[in-house]
């Protein structure tokens, strides 16, 4: 095992071990050289995205300087629930190296597979019950974005 594996999971030990939050550890390496690291701190901040990933994504993007992850990696105790996924895409980092696979953490009460499940089902069969309300105003500010020249893509 590499030392940012090694890294990622002392943390999930010390996150769960200090209350914060559940087993999960994260770091961002850029260049060979970790940048940023992340526990779970769910039930420290009453953050229920405070996840290990989460974390660790937003502190590496304050020390870059930008929301592009592009020239890192990503080691994570666990393999990202689809919440972490998502952050993940968001920030694109070249490659993501994960060891207890989301499996084993349904094995210990993190199970995930209601929201793989909820993604995947119609809206109007989900269990939080979503509805769409038609807004010409929110129609505008999206073409207004469309037709800003002055805009950062992301």
């Known amino acids: 095992m590499n030392d940012y594996m090694q890294r990622a999971i002392e943390l999930s030990r010390e996150g769960m071990d200090t209350g914060e939050g559940g087993p ?14 992340g526990f779970n701190r769910v039930i420290a901040t009453n953050d229920p995205t405070a996840h290990a990933e989460v974390v660790a994504i937003r502190r590496a993007c304050e020390q870059v300087g930008r929301f592009d992850l592009s020239d890192c990696e990503l080691y994570t105790s666990c393999e990202p629930c689809p919440m972490c996924l998502g952050a993940i895409y968001w920030a694109r980092p070249k490659k993501v190296y994960y060891a207890n696979t989301r499996f084993d953490a349904a094995n210990i009460k993190f199970d995930d ?3 793989y499940d909820e993604i995947s089902a ?4 989900r269990t939080i019950p979503f509805e769409h309300i038609e807004s010409p105003e929110a129609h505008a500010v999206f073409a207004a974005w469309a037709n800003k020249t002055d805009k950062t893509r992301y």
């Open 113 to 115: 597979s209601f929201i």
């Open 24 to 37: 999960f550890g994260a770091v961002i390496v850029q260049n060979g050289r970790i940048i940023a690291e």
């Open 122 to 125: 119609p809206m109007n069969q």
